[in-house]
C-alpha cells in the first residue's frame, strides 16, 4: 500500500541525516572573523531552514500513509522537541525562540486569514446559528464533564482546582481544524464551516469562561467578590467584537480596496489585503480576544467583488498571493507546537489515570456538539471531531493555571498541570487521522446510497 | 505629467488619516479584558499594517513620478521616522522594534536571493573579472578619497580617524541598487550582473578593510601590533566561502532538488528553496560575512533545470512563489532603512562642510569603477552609480567606529559620525533617481546610434 523502495528508504535517511547535521550545527556557537559583525539573523534563517525540511519530512510521511500533511508536521515537532530525551539538549533552543515564536504567530493568523477567505459572510451566517449553539454546547458539556472527572480522581484538590480543570476543557484549536480541513480539501462544506464557525465562537467563549474562572479564583484569593459588571463587560466585549468586526469590514473593505486600486505599483493587492488582515487581528488582540479571531474575520470580510478590479488587470488571485507566505510561515506554527509537546508529561506517576479521564471527557463532551447541528444531511459526527483538539488554546489554558493562585498556593499542582497537558497532547493528535476517517466514512455512505 | 486630480488627492489624504490614526493607535497602550492573555503578535502586525500601507503610498507617489518605487519606501521611512521631530515620539518604536528588526532582515535575504535567481553562475563568471575589479576600484579609490578630505578638513582628528573615515566610504549597498534594477526591469542586464556582482565581491572586501583597519586601533589601544597571520585568515576565510558557496551549492542544488521532486505534498519546491537560501544566509553569517552574500549566492546557484521536475507536473516557477514572499518582507526593510535616517544629523554646526566633503568623495571615488570595466559596449555611467549607495552597510560601518577607542577616547567623534551618516543617507537616496537617469540616457543612446 504504501510502497517504499530501498531505495527511497536511503533517501529519506539522507534527508533527515542533513536535517540532523543542521541541528549540530545550531547547537555549535558560531565563531565569526575576528571584529566582525554578526548579523543575528543567522541564526533565525537556519531554524527556519531546519523547521521547513523538517515539516516537508513530517508532512510528506503523513500523505504517504493517507494522512493529513498537518499530523506529519506536528509529530516531527513533538519528534525534534523531545530529542532532548535522547540527549540532544540544544534543539529546544528553536521552540523557546522569540522570533521563531513570532514567525509560528505570524503563521497562524496567516493560516486563519487564508481559511476564512474560502467562506463568505453570508455563507457563514447561513450556519451561524449552527455554529453558535455548537460553540455553546462545546463549551458547557466538556467543562461539566471534566469538574466531574476532577472531582471524582483528585477529591483531595481545592473545589477551584475542580472548576478550573473543567475550564481547560472548553477550548478548541481552530488551527488545527483548519488545517486538516484544507489539507482533505473539504474547507469549502457546509460541516467545515460549522466547526471552524464554531470554534471561533469557542474562543470567544473560552476567554469569558477563563476572565471568569480567573475573576473568582483571585476574588477568592484577596476576600472580595467578582463584580458581575466585569463579567458583563468581558462577554459584551468579546461578543460585539465579532459582530463589529464584520459589520464594519464589510463596509470598509469594499471601500478600501476601490482606493487601493488606483495604486499601480506592485504587490498592491497583497499589501493592502495583508494590511486589512493585520489590522483586525491587532484590534482583537487589542480587545482581548486571539489575534486570530481578527485574522478569520478578514478573511471571511474579503471576497472576490472587493478586488476584481486586480483580478481584472492580469493580477493573481489573492489566495493564490497568500498560499506562498502561508507555505514559510504555517509549518513554523505547527513545528513549534509539537516541539513545544512535553512528552515527559506522560511520564510521571498518578498523572495517567486522570489524564486518561480527562482525555475522555474531552472526546465526549465535544461529541455532544454534533447533536446541536439544526441544520438536515449534516455529518454530525465530524462536526463533533471537528472540535476536539484543545491546541495551542489548551495549553494557553493550562499556563494560566500554574499562575493562579488561592493563599499563596498555585491551584493547580504539578501532576493536575501535566495531565491536562496530557490531555491537550492526545486530543490535538487524534484529530488529523480521525477528522479524515469520518470524513471518507461520510464520503461512502454518500456513495452507497444516493 | 503626473495629472493628480482634486478626487484623488483627497484619496489618498484619506489613506494618509488611516495610517496617521493608526500610528496614534500604536503608541496607546492597548488594555486588554482584565485577566485576559495579551497575544504579543499583535503590536507585530499593527506595525506589519502601518509599514505595509505607508510603504505602499511612498512606492506610489514615486512611481508616478517616474522614479523607483524604493524610493518612496525609503522617503516614507525617512518621513515616519523623523515624525518625532514633529512632536510624535512614538513612532520610533517600530524602527526600534527587534521583530520588525529580525523582519526586516530576513526581508533583504528575500531580496537577495530573489535578485539572484534571476542570473546564472555561468552569466555571473563572463562578468566576474569585471566586477572584481569594479569591486577593487571601489574598494581603494573612494577610501583614498575619504582619508584625503578628512585630513583636509579634520586636521586635529587622530591619524587612526582619518584612515576609518576613508574605510567608510569603501560599502556598496547592495539592496538599494538590486531593488532598483528590479523596479526599473533591468536586473538582467550586463551592467547589472556586473554591479551586483562588485556589490557582493565589495561586502567580502569591505569586511575585510574594516577588520583590518579595527584590528589596527585595536593593536594601537593596547601597544601591540596586529598579526598579519589574522589579516590573511580574514581574507582567506572571506574569498573561500565566495568559491566555495557556489562550487559546492552548484553540486549540491541538483541533488537536493531531485531527491526533493520525489516529495509530492503541497508547497515542496518553496520550502525547499528558502531552505537552500537560509541555510546559505546562515554560512555566511557563520563566518562573519553578511548573510545576504549567502542568500545571493543561493539565488546564482539555482537554476530552473535544478527544479524542472515541478514546474513539469504543473507547480509555480519559482520567481513567482517567491514574489509575495518578498511583497510581505522587503518593503519592511526599506521602511525600517528609511526610518532609522537620522535627520537630525544634517542640523549640526560643523557637519555640512565635512559632511559634503565625504559625500562627494564617495560619489566620485565610485565612478572610478566604471573604468574597470573590461567588456565594451557596457555604459560605464551606470556602473558607477549603481555602486554609490552605502545604505545599512555604510551605517553598520559608522556605528562600529563608534565602539572603536584609542586611549579610552572614541576615535570618532559626533559631528564625524553625524557626517558619514549624512554622506549614507545621500549617496542611498540619490541613487535611485540618478540611476534611472543614466539607464533612460543610455537607452536614448542606443536607439538613436543603432
Partial sequence: MIGFSSRRLARAA?????????????STPAHAADGAHVDPVSRVVLMLAVLLLAAKVGGELATRLGQPAVLGELLAGVLLGNL??????????????????MLARLGVIVLLFEVGLESTVNQMMKVGLSAFLVAVIGVVVPSVLGWLAARWLV???SPYAHVFVGATLCATSVGITARVFQDLNVAKTTEARIVLGAAVIDDVLGLVVLAVVAGIIAAADSGTSLSYLDIFLTIAKAAGFLFGALAI??????????LASHLKSRGVLLAVSLAFCFLLSWAAGAIGLAPIVGAFAAGLVLEHVHYRD????????????????????????????????????????????????????????????????????????????GMVPRGEVGLIFANLGLGL???????????TYSAIVAMVVITTLITPPALRLSLNRGKRAATTSP
Fill in 14 to 26: 539522507w534527508l533527515s541525516c542533513a536535517v540532523a547535521l543542521a541541528f549540530e550545527l545550531i
Fill in 84 to 101: 532532548d530525551l535522547m540527549g540532544f539538549a540544544s534543539v529546544e533552543a528553536i521552540a523557546t525562540d522569540p522570533m521563531i515564536d
Fill in 155 to 157: 477529591p483531595d484538590a
Fill in 249 to 258: 469590514g464589510a463596509r470598509v473593505a469594499p471601500q478600501l480596496f476601490r
Fill in 310 to 385: 486586480f483580478t481584472e488587470r492580469g493580477e493573481h488571485e489573492l489566495e493564490e498571493l497568500i498560499r506562498p507566505i502561508s507555505a514559510l510561515l504555517v509549518p513554523v506554527f505547527f513545528m513549534v507546537m509539537g516541539m513545544r509537546t512535553d512528552l515527559s508529561a506522560f511520564m510521571q506517576p498518578g498523572v495517567l489515570g486522570l489524564a486518561a479521564a480527562l482525555t475522555v471527557a474531552a472526546i465526549l463532551g465535544k461529541q455532544a456538539c454534533g447533536l446541536a447541528v439544526v441544520e438536515r444531511g449534516i455529518d454530525r459526527l465530524t462536526v463533533g471531531i
Fill in 405 to 415: 493562585k488561592v493563599g499563596g498556593k498555585s491551584i493547580v499542582d504539578n501532576a
